[in-house]
């Protein structure tokens, strides 16, 4: 899993007035949660970028005042006319303590039923787990070799080591679908038959 590093400052005054103070300055201000205590600081949108703007799932270490915090994104909220990132979360990764996160999938393969002609649908992206730190993945492999024409591959597919599935077992996170043009040819070879 990528480790991003961040820079941060430790943030001393809340409330409305002073978060709108950290904003004019062009940072932003961020929390992050789950260790002994909440610590609030600002980065800059420069700093956060690389971890925000990415599909991938990374672990982000924040330098603050000479402290390191291993962490995951949690959660953003951005500003609804200009889409400047205006507040960030972080979850604090405590060695042996369990945490939700929602970790990306990655088909692997190409599935037979695709080689018969028909198309790859993605249901689901990414998958909610609980797990220890230690056990987190960047993203979970899902082999999709055997996927027929017509049938789903399920959550009661996916294999993680050490995780909970957050998710019901038979809830479809892909599928391959039969096309117009396959359907077109069994028509034509229904017909043919008569």
């Known amino acids: 899993m990528k480790l991003i590093t961040i820079e941060g400052q430790l ?31 600002t980065a800059t949108p420069k700093a956060l970028k690389s971890i925000i703007y990415t599909a991938e799932f990374n672990q982000a270490e924040i330098n603050i ?8 994104l949690k959660d953003l909220q951005y500003n609804k006319t200009t889409d400047e990132v205006t507040h960030v979360d972080f979850l604090e990764l405590v060695t042996g303590k369990s945490v939700n996160a929602s970790v990306p999938l990655k088909f692997i393969g190409t599935s037979k039923g695709v080689k018969e002609g028909g198309r790859f649908e993605v249901k689901m992206s990414t998958v909610k787990v609980r797990t220890k730190p230690e056990n987190l993945r960047s993203a979970v492999d899902v082999d999709i070799t055997n996927l027929e024409i017509g049938k789903n591959l399920r959550i009661e597919d996916i294999s993680y080591e050490g995780a909970e599935i957050l998710h019901n077992k038979r809830i479809p996170v892909a599928a391959v679908v039969t096309t117009r043009a396959l359907k077109q040819e069994a028509t034509d070879a229904a017909k043919a038959k008569k």
Do not use: Q
């Open 11 to 41: 943030r001393s005054e809340f409330g409305k007035k002073a978060t709108g103070h950290v904003r004019s300055e062009g940072k932003v201000p961020g929390v992050i949660y789950g260790g002994s205590a909440n610590v609030h600081f």
């Open 65 to 72: 005042d000479g402290k390191k915090y291993t962490c995951i």
